[in-house]
């Protein structure tokens, strides 16, 4: 399935078009965002994370959740084999049930991006690649450049890259909005169309919300498809109250521009609670409009699976063997 459309490189709209016209230009912007108030948004999170979903709406959500999983594999120790094994997964999550839906997307490194497009031949499910040296990010430009390029020549569909999270603390935003708008002009194929690109920040190291907001905004103008919280790869990953910020922020930039974003928490998503805290939040906050693969993804890898037993509780009335679902 195809996630969004694409947005123009820096080129927001909604008056926003110039923000990025200089290094000061683009911290008057960024630091005149509203400051988050910290308390009332960790409460809301919370607030949100104590709704319950029951009975029909629970099986509508989960089988949801699915189709929206960015099945992920990013392990030193990944063979073609493993790959293999989790696009066939992805395909066909319960062998025992064809109603399952199919995960949205299988995330891998790049070098593995050709092993998953040959074994997801004939579906919707997507490749998406990370690059720009994941997960830390610490090379030049131009080897960046390339390693999106060389994905998205393997077939990549979407390329999820990290920001230089060392110059965004330092304040140097208009090299990290240069560098997103790069690697996006990279995603481009010869032929004329696009892999999305999905721009992670790397919440966890950012230090305060403030940051998160402006990171969120700094990806946006720079042309994200979707902005992304974590590499998985870091003590902290994903969280309630940084998605809830994020989902904030891309509400009010397609109020002032008319662009609508993805969102895609990443790392620490583990069961099927965690996975309809998420989206009781996007709903609440978002609407109908984002509660779609196409808008908003799990970065996950074993949340696949807690679902899967959720969802035969639901249809038999009791739970699988340990043998039930595949191990990852």
Request: charged letters at 20%; one cysteine or more; hydrophobic letters at 45%.
């Amino acid at each position: 399935m195809s996630t969004v459309a694409a947005n123009a490189p820096g080129a927001a709209g909604g008056g926003l078009e110039d923000v990025a016209a200089s290094e000061a230009s683009l911290r008057r912007f960024l630091h005149g965002l509203p400051g988050v108030d910290a308390v009332g948004l960790e409460a809301r999170a919370a607030t949100l994370g104590t709704r319950s979903i029951k009975t029909t709406a629970k099986a509508y959500a989960i089988d949801l959740a699915i189709s929206m999983i960015d099945l992920t594999t990013l392990e030193g120790a990944d063979t073609h084999g493993k790959v293999r094994a989790l696009c066939t997964k992805g395909r066909n999550p319960d062998p025992t049930d064809p109603s399952a839906p199919r995960v949205a997307a299988i995330c891998v490194y790049p070098d593995m991006v050709a092993t998953a497009k040959a074994a997801l031949a004939g579906t919707d499910i997507q490749v998406a690649s990370v690059a720009t040296a994941f997960p830390a990010g610490r090379v030049a430009l131009p080897v960046k450049l390339a390693d999106t390029a060389d994905a998205v020549a393997a077939g990549a569909d979407e390329i999820d890259m990290v920001i230089d999270r060392g110059a965004f603390l330092s304040g140097r935003y208009l090299d990290v909005f240069n560098e997103i708008v790069a690697v996006k002009q990279a995603c481009r194929r010869a032929d004329g169309t696009a892999a999305h690109l999905k721009v992670i920040f790397e919440t966890g190291e950012l230090q305060t919300y403030d940051n998160v907001r402006r990171a969120s905004w700094l990806g946006m103008l720079a042309g994200a498809d979707f902005i992304k919280t974590s590499t998985g790869k870091v003590a902290v990953n994903a969280t309630p109250p940084v998605t809830l910020l994020m989902l904030e922020a891309v509400r009010d930039f397609r109020q002032q521009t008319g662009v609508q974003i993805g969102v895609k928490p990443a790392g620490g998503i583990k069961t099927t609670k965690d996975a309809m805290k998420y989206l009781v939040m996007v709903n609440e906050t978002l609407g109908d409009d984002w509660l779609s693969p196409h808008w908003f993804r799990f970065g996950a890898s074993s949340l696949l699976n807690d679902l899967l037993m959720q969802r035969q509780k639901l249809t038999t009335g009791r739970y699988s063997g340990p043998d039930y679902v595949t191990v990852d």
